[in-house]
Structure formats: structure tokens, C-alpha cells
């Protein structure tokens, strides 16, 4: 079992910046890929990021390329997303997520433990 806690999230305006921290605890954090997604009003849930078990590899949606940086603390058993150059597009709950697999990690249902979520809003 993995319980996954997040924070950082908040109001800001556009063009500035957030970083959300997802602390794990339970079952060996560095044996997990983690991921974040994020679900808008009236939208499906949708893949931001991911980085694999050792921090080497990294994956993006196109929408975030370039503005978002996904990072691990195995040590602090954490995960990390930078969000710079926000955007009013970018406002919904953000969630982070753990898979044991070595693909698919923009496939929700490939995630076996979730957070409860943040709220990310940016203004215009």
C-alpha cells in the first residue's frame, strides 16, 4: 500500500508560477513510476507528467512541454511538479499517482494508488 499526500497548489495569476510536492509513505517509494494528472470542471481526468522509478526519464503532455518540470526525491520520498508560465487553461485539481509498470504512464487506469488531490487555479 502507497499513500500519496499533496500540496502547493493555490491561486495565481497568469504567467506565474507553482510547485506541487506529492509526499509518499507505505511500500517502497523508488519502486513506483509517479505521475501527475489533473481533472477540470466537466472535464476527464488527463495526463500531465510522469518520471520513471529512478528519475531518469521523464514524459509530458504536449500542453505543459516546456512550462511544467516533473522531478524525485527517492531520499524524501517525493515528487515534485514545477508549473511555470501558468496559464487560466492550466486551473484543476492535480493529482499525483503510482504505477508499477515501466510504460503506458500516460494511462490513468495504469495507476495503482492516488492522492486526494490540490486545487490549482489561475487567474487571467
Known amino acids: 500500500q502507497v499513500q500519496l499526500v499533496e500540496s502547493g497548489g493555490g491561486l495565481v495569476q497568469a504567467g506565474g508560477s507553482l510547485r506541487l510536492s506529492c509526499a509518499a509513505s507505505?511500500?517502497?517509494?523508488?519502486?513506483?513510476?509517479m505521475g501527475w494528472f489533473r481533472q477540470a470542471p466537466g472535464k476527464e481526468r488527463e495526463f500531465v507528467a510522469a518520471?520513471?522509478?529512478?528519475?531518469?526519464?521523464?514524459y509530458y503532455t504536449g500542453s505543459v512541454k516546456g512550462r511544467f518540470t516533473i522531478s524525485r526525491d527517492n531520499a524524501k520520498n517525493t515528487v515534485y511538479l514545477q508549473m511555470n508560465s501558468l496559464k487560466p487553461e492550466d486551473t484543476a485539481v492535480y493529482y499525483c499517482?503510482?504505477?508499477?509498470?515501466?510504460?503506458?504512464?500516460?494511462?490513468?487506469?495504469?495507476?495503482?494508488?492516488w492522492g486526494q488531490g490540490t486545487q490549482v487555479t489561475v487567474s487571467s
Open positions: 499517482a503510482a504505477t508499477p509498470y515501466y510504460s503506458d504512464y500516460d494511462t490513468a487506469n495504469k495507476y495503482n494508488y
Open positions: 518520471v520513471t522509478w529512478s528519475g531518469s526519464g521523464t
Open positions: 507505505g511500500r517502497t517509494f523508488s519502486s513506483y513510476a
